[in-house]
């Protein structure tokens, strides 16, 4: 079998056509633009295509798709040419950092035109071409099962939350009066509700009201020096769903919230608020002091960890609807301040309640955090692979 590399263009591979405008629809076919899946129609123009994003911030993105799509106006087709392997394709072009190639400033555009012309060494042979994709396919196929996985376990942990804390229907051992692993649910089998004046609600016998102070510290103090190379991670690090962060990278530590393994940390200004940003902090070396934006807001257990109670209480729709609400400042820049997340009211377990919970709950948050980290390592794989087999230097047979 030849090893065909040899300098060509892009156009030699694909075939780059443009893509179309359409009305969302009740369809289930996927409509791209240049960040990804748009909205849902009734109808397709392409098949096994990439999506190369050709107008303003994603300019450039790269996408695939393998079952029927519509693409539209701010998105190119890429299809396959000659019998070439289109995930091949895909792979060669997440190599060639496309957004370098745009023209235009304040409207950044990347032109079919640009794309036919661009030269790179090439492999040629189609049978190759299957070969390389699948060794970074592979790689990539099990990214994504660990954040299905993930994403899994974060309904779960959810579920978990709000069987026990929300509606209060926690395994239950009526002779001892304590929680129980293989009890029956609290409120739905006659568990006594007790009606609690401050917080103008039901809630189990035994529960008090209290605040998020009583359970938690607000930006708890930790030193790290100026200058010193650290953990950091930004405001685009921070999910708007689930709980893991992208990995940190190192910089030197020159001002900035401070936080621990263990911590979670919530934005405190508009829009990033609204839109969820939150993250338990888990991917920062052993006993290492990370720092990351000064518009987070870092929570953590007093006393003893309460990671998982504090990661789930600040995705709460109440927790949330309470900070948005009570955010002050000029429009565009209203923030919530850490001082009045603290007088959040909600009823408190016993302190042996919170603590089954963190046990219950710790082996979601590891497996997060195992899957996560994996993620990391097999992503520097992938990244590091990528440009020797696109280029020839590492071969496969």
Not at 77 to 84: E, F, Q, R, T
Not at 220 to 227: E, G, Q, V
Request: charged residues 20%.
């Amino acid at each position: 079998m030849s090893n065909d590399f040899r300098l060509g263009t892009l156009d030699q591979l694909i075939d780059f056509r443009n893509g179309k405008s359409i009305k969302k629809s009740d369809g289930g076919i996927p409509i791209y633009g240049g960040n990804g899946v748009l909205g849902y129609a009734d109808k397709s123009n392409y098949e096994n295509t990439l999506i190369i994003g050709r107008v303003g911030a994603y300019c450039g993105s790269i996408h695939i798709e393998k079952n029927k799509c519509w693409i539209s106006d701010n998105a190119i087709a890429g299809l396959p040419k000659n019998g070439y392997n289109n995930e091949y394709n895909y792979y060669l072009l997440k190599s060639l950092r496309l957004n370098e190639q745009r023209i235009g400033s304040s409207q950044p555009l990347l032109t079919q035109g640009i794309l036919n012309n661009i030269q790179v060494r090439v492999q040629f042979n189609p049978k190759l071409q299957q070969k390389i994709a699948a060794v970074l396919s592979a790689l990539d196929a099990k990214i994504d099962c660990n954040n299905r996985i993930n994403t899994e376990l974060e309904a779960m942990a959810k579920t978990l939350y709000d069987y026990w804390f929300v509606q209060f229907d926690y395994p239950f051992d009526f002779a001892s009066g304590k929680p129980a692993q293989n009890g029956k649910p609290y409120k739905s089998s006659g568990g006594k509700m007790v009606y609690n004046s401050t917080l103008k609600r039901e809630i189990p016998a035994g529960w008090q009201a209290g605040v998020a102070s009583d359970l938690f510290d607000f930006n708890p103090p930790l030193s790290l020096s100026a200058n010193t190379e650290a953990s950091y991670i930004d405001m685009n690090s921070l999910p708007v769903t689930g709980f893991m962060t992208n990995p940190p990278e190192l910089k030197l530590f020159a001002g900035g919230m401070k936080f621990q393994n263990g911590d979670v940390v919530v934005a405190r200004i508009t829009p990033c608020l609204e839109n969820g940003k939150t993250a338990l902090i888990s991917l920062l070396r052993d006993g290492e002091v990370g720092f990351g934006s000064t518009e987070f807001i870092v929570i953590r257990g007093k006393k003893s960890s309460l990671s998982a109670f504090a990661a789930q209480l600040s995705r709460s729709a109440s927790f949330r609807q309470f900070a948005i609400s009570n955010m002050t400042g000029t429009s565009g820049r209203k923030r919530i301040d850490a001082g009045t997340l603290e007088t959040f009211s909600l009823p408190l377990p016993p302190k042996e309640f919170l603590l089954k919970y963190e046990k219950t709950a710790a082996s979601f948050l590891k497996r997060l955090t195992n899957n996560a980290q994996e993620n990391q390592h097999l992503t520097q794989l992938r990244d590091w692979l990528l440009p020797m087999l696109m280029n020839g230097q590492v071969k496969v047979k």
